[in-house]
């Protein structure tokens, strides 16, 4: 007897589609109306999970609904308008149809022969990029799980430049140690990138930062120290958008810098890389045109769902000297298939996502996105002093790191009860010695009224811990 199809296996029927679209209703409600907080503890919530038989299935409307109330009530509401603390914003509608048309028709990406559209739009968007960065034709790159796989990456290139043998040999073909020099304010996941690659954690050169910006002279004059004392720089990486203050190293003294002493330039502008795409705020990226390599990310400023990450190279075809295989099971493709030129084999569809916003907004909508954002910082800059906070960076970028002016009130204080009270979310860092409050704006959701919310429960929190 000829066995039946499993029952995942059948396509949704309609009262099943019509209960996943209310759904989406209901998260697009909880976006700009629900507690940002959770609503259960941790734990209520990990009972709730550990009570789940899943050896019983429920079918797929209920599983569906079950899991949107294990994330409404237990997932804090990172993409909500008015959480203020993370650069993950919200996922927008043409980006969210993207990834779900990519879930649907699974395209393999490996190589270009299994998938050749979405090879090919892939390049597409990678090509745009590069041309929007301002580099020069013949520039390439690809999309990554996120900034880390992305700076991963870079450095990969920056020693395989260094050293021609690096590929076959490893640190071994080096007659010092590889080093790489990041700002103290950067993303310190330059450590575990370093530890991965085999180098250690003391390859990582954390140079000071003045007002969250590499300081350039005490760069020039580590390089110069190291290469006497028989180590080998291999490259230097500036951030554009510092995590915890929005700062941004001097890019084009990097840039001198790194062409003087032949080592890898990258910058590693996770999120604020988006505004290459901004015409407008051309002065803000300047310098980012004279980089080896580029990490953005589009699920950081660009409304994608997570993660989109990508990395620009100059040269392309230093990815596939770094990353090339031969293998008896792979068909031949162009020389840039995707598993001879990234450190990942099979992978998802990711750039679908930004070339669904790109298509459906274009550069245009970006532009209004971002004046919206700056628009807004602008507003909480000028409010905040008004009700006795201080403002402790210099970024031009929508992020403003602030302190209580009026009663010297401790930061994590504040923040913790911001989120007991489950209206408003914000960060909370240490810049210049100093614990601060941080609001970044990036979500399209976020409005004037969201900031004076943010405002209100500043005041009520700080009334009662006074």
Known sequence: MRPTQPEFMLNPNGKEMQGAIKLLEQVRHDLTMAPIAPVWSLEQTSAAIAAIDLSKPVGTLAALNETSRLMQNGDLLSAGSKCFGYFNPTAAGPAIFGDLLAAARNPQLAVLSHAPASVLIERRVIAFMCTQAGLAPGAGGHFTSGGSEANATSLQLALNQAHPSFDQQGVAAFSGRPLLYVSADSHLAWIKIARSAGLGTDAVQLVPALKGQMDTTALAARIIADRKAGDCPVMIAATMGTTNAGEIDPLLACAKLAGEHEIHFHVDAAWAGALIIDPSRRALVRGIEQADSITIDAHKWLSVPMGAGMILIKEPTKASASFGVATGYMPAGDGQDPYITTTQWSRRFIGIRLWMMLRAVGVTGYQKMFDR??????????????????????????????????????????ADQLEARGRVW??????????????????YLTE????????????????GLA
């Open 373 to 414: 954002h700056f628009a807004l910082a602008e507003a909480l800059r000028e409010k905040l002093p008004q009700a006795g906070w201080k403002i402790q960076n210099y970024s031009a970028l929508p992020v403003i790191l602030f302190t209580d002016d009026q009663f010297k009130l401790d930061s994590q204080q504040i």
């Open 448 to 463: 004037l009224a969201d900031i004076d919310v943010l405002l209100a429960e500043l005041d009520e929190v700080r009334q």
């Open 426 to 443: 914000l960060g909370r860092v240490d810049y210049g010695g100093v614990s601060c409050l941080r609001a970044c704006l990036t979500s």
